[in-house]
């Protein structure tokens, strides 16, 4: 087969699969507006016309291919929607093209629906096509298709009603959204971040307020009157109409990025060209300025360029280098983690816009090696807290920064026992819950450092607090079983458990089972911590001390055998805690 398919939708270097496909999305009208041009007679030649036949064609197959491919219901959705205003509304009547037109949209409305309910006829077929096709189906489920982004459009028409006047400022969407975040809406438990509202007009709205909503809808309806006025002598117009349609349909459910506003201010471009060559007075002006102005051309060229070479190498080449040696790093994390390391320390020391995702790219990459390797913890540690200390002063306003500030803190507090560090980790925990009221995380990691500094009575005011405010939250469910589990009801700690688990908590991950197994050590239930890091040795079989701490549960249920026979494995594997468990042994 000449066809591949791969497990992930394509991407491009300006953006994700969504960017990819509405970038795209106006030129297809375009195209198609310009193939239909040629079909009339002119003076161009034959071989002409197969030239620009050929690389029209080229543009409307791949532009419908790509679309496809990247299976963005909004783009399909807008392109469905231009096509049928540029047939409905093509300027020459032809009464047949309307009527096919018409039927063809019924026609493909009822297979959506019909293939909708019948998904086995789809499912048989070859994946490339079947995982597309079934995203386009789905567009038969309506707005009910993804309810995440209903419960986030419900936040963010919250945080505008706010601000409505002048909004939260260009790119911060998040901080409205996050200060209006409700983990009770449906969905939002499992999708807890949005930067973008997946809505154009609501983007706007939050980013820059209602006059900037106006402001948009005016020049918006304007540019499509004066199109509408010129098609007669520019055909091309309603092509660019269509064009402009499509990518308003399609960002109605899509986010936006600065590749959608690129085509976008090019389409305003081009048409406001056309509008203003429509009058033949505004052509005299224009050459007359042309002539004016016609000494400093090529010096304004030259400085235009300069100007577009920075720009190019600053925000696009830079970011570009930089996001693959981010995803270099991120492939040699698992199996050679002093060469990802290195990288990521280069990386980071790059002062640009990109520092920010950078440095979150960084922290993650550092989190997962802890956790894999525990031993790692100390000298990771220092480095967690230097860059989350930096990503607060580049992003104050990201409760995510201020999050992993309080968590680096607590990790560095657990072996400093420092007042002064369990104040600055609070302080970080508080602005965190200031800049984002309603969410169970925070709750959860201060509840952690509570925990981490023996507070027993702080974290069971956390957790009453949780579980009362968010009573299906996973993380809440998790928190109040495990106080359970330190005050020693046992039956009640594990019912919150094992709901936590229903919710999608992972109950069984290294980390959580080192929680459980501190809890029940504060009561002394070693038959309760025995396969707890049975489980914990399964999982990581070169940390020792899950094999240390299993030796002794052993030794204080009386069962010395299993201990004798742990330790002889471990002086094995270990050769260099010969002394201690030798030592241990004696105790048996």
């Known amino acids: 087969s000449i066809f591949a398919h791969m497990s992930f939708r394509p991407s491009s270097t300006l953006g994700n699969p969504i960017i990819l496909a509405l970038y795209l ?26 030239k620009k036949y050929s690389y029209l064609f080229l543009t409307i197959f791949f532009t419908v291919a790509i679309v496809f491919i990247t299976q963005t219901r909004a783009a399909i959705l807008g392109l469905l929607a231009g096509l049928f205003c540029f047939f409905i509304f093509y300027p020459k009547k032809m009464k047949a093209l309307r009527i096919s037109t018409m ?7 009822a297979s959506i629906f019909f293939l909708n309910a019948n998904p086995k006829i789809y499912n048989n077929w070859p994946e490339a096509i079947s995982g597309p096709t079934a995203r386009i189906v789905s567009l038969a489920k309506g707005v009910g298709i993804d309810q995440s982004r209903i419960s986030a459009w419900k936040i963010s028409i919250s945080a505008f009603f706010e601000k409505p006047y002048f909004g939260y400022g260009p790119e911060n969407f998040y901080v409205g959204f996050n200060k209006h975040y409700d983990p009770n809406l449906p969905a939002m438990n499992i999708e807890k971040d949005f930067d973008r509202a997946h809505n154009y007009l609501i983007q706007t709205m939050v980013d820059s307020g209602i006059f900037a909503l106006v402001f948009y809808f005016i020049f918006f309806f304007s540019i499509l009157w004066g199109l509408q006025k010129i098609k007669s002598t520019y055909p091309i117009a309603h092509g660019l109409q269509a064009g402009f349609i499509a990518l308003f349909i399609a960002s109605l459910a899509s986010i936006d990025g600065f590749a959608i506003n690129l085509i976008f201010f090019f389409l305003s471009a081009y048409s406001l060209h056309l509008i203003s060559l429509s009058s033949a007075e505004e052509i005299k002006n224009i050459l007359a300025k042309e002539d004016k102005f016609k000494f400093i051309k090529a010096p304004a060229i030259f400085i235009l360029f300069l100007i577009l070479i920075i720009f ?105 026992k420092d007042s002064k560090i369990t104040e600055k980790s609070n302080e970080a925990f508080k602005k965190a819950a200031e800049l984002r009221p309603k969410n169970p995380t925070i709750v959860y990691s201060s509840f952690m450092n509570d925990i981490s500094n023996k507070d027993i009575t702080k974290a069971k005011e956390l957790a009453d607090y949780c579980i009362k405010s968010f009573p299906e939250s996973r993380e809440c469910l998790w928190i109040s079983g495990l106080i359970n589990v330190y005050l020693n009801n046992i039956s009640e700690g594990k019912n919150l458990i094992e709901k936590a688990k229903t919710n999608g908590y992972n109950v069984e991950s290294e980390n959580s089972l080192n929680q459980l197994a501190m809890a029940y050590l504060e009561n002394k239930h070693y038959e309760e911590m025995l396969p707890i890091y049975q489980k914990l040795i399964t999982l990581n079989d070169s940390q020792v001390q899950y094999k240390t701490s299993l030796m002794l549960v052993y030794k204080l249920l009386g069962q010395y055998d299993k201990a004798r026979e742990l330790a002889s494995q471990i002086i094995k594997t270990n050769p260099e805690l010969k002394p201690t468990i030798e030592n241990f042994l004696q105790t048996l």
């Open 25 to 50: 999305l106006p030129s297809f009208f375009i195209a198609l507006s310009f193939f239909l041009m040629e079909i009339n007679p002119s003076a161009s030649s034959k071989q002409a016309k197969v």
């Open 103 to 109: 039927v063809l949209s019924i026609f493909f409305l």
């Open 312 to 416: 190019l190498w600053q925000y696009n080449f830079v970011p570009l280098q930089m996001n693959k040696q981010l995803n270099v790093a991120e492939g040699l994390s698992e199996d050679n983690w002093t060469e990802s390391y290195k990288i990521l320390e280069e990386q980071s020391k790059i002062n640009t816009f990109f520092l920010p995702y950078t440095n979150s790219i960084y922290l993650r990459l550092l989190i997962e090696r802890i956790i894999r390797h525990p031993e790692d913890n100390n000298a990771l540690s220092e480095k967690v807290l230097a860059i989350s200390e930096k990503n607060v002063e580049l992003q104050p306003y990201d409760y995510r920064n201020w999050l992993r500030l309080g968590e680096s803190l607590e990790t560095t507090n657990k072996e400093k």
